[in-house]
């Protein structure tokens, strides 16, 4: 007999609920994501040269973006629990003219941290796309992804693939 998985923010009855965590136990969680910013090859070469535009430090204004909506995400997801972050932080490098950016956070809790480090990525890459639109209309933001998790109940995992490959680091500007 196959395996029947459950949406965990589903009753019974289909009706959307947050979970009840109370009687889980805290422990260390970690969480690790990424976002992939596609760039034209004039503004990718203006960021790694400068790390800016006219509109000012496009990385370090997508880093500090990521980590301020880290700690927003139960205000942006519904059926998140907040949580008492212990740390974000935000790296980025370049492959080419695209900028991979990696957003990790750790808290301990109750439940885990992966929308948190989600959301970081994601916003670290909106950012980036709002801050150079007027430059190019073509940039392409994709591969949101969890790359790894651990804590609680379901333990250790991590995705395995080629979206954990090799790149160079990012200048801060």
Do not use: F
Not at 133 to 150: M, P, T
């Amino acid at each position: 007999m196959a395996h029947k998985q459950r949406l965990s923010h589903l009753a019974a009855d289909g009706r959307v609920m947050m979970m009840d965590v109370g009687a889980k136990p805290v422990t260390a969680r970690y969480a690790r994501a990424q976002a992939v910013v596609r760039l034209g090859p004039t503004i990718a070469r203006t960021l790694k040269k400068a790390g800016a535009l006219a509109k000012g430090n496009v990385i370090e204004t997508a880093r500090i973006a990521g980590i301020m909506a880290a700690k927003h995400t139960a205000s942006l997801i519904p059926m998140c629990h907040p949580l008492p972050l212990d740390s974000v932080s935000i790296d980025m490098r370049w492959s080419g003219n695209s900028l991979r950016i990696e957003a990790a956070a750790r808290c301990t809790a109750r439940t885990g941290v992966e929308m948190e480090a989600l959301v970081a990525a994601s916003v670290a890459a909106l950012t980036i796309y709002d801050m150079c639109k007027s430059a190019d209309k073509g940039i392409v933001i994709q591969d949101i992804r969890l790359l790894e998790k651990s804590g609680g109940k379901s333990g250790h995992w991590r995705r395995r693939g080629k979206e954990e490959g090799q790149v160079s680091s990012v200048k801060g500007g």
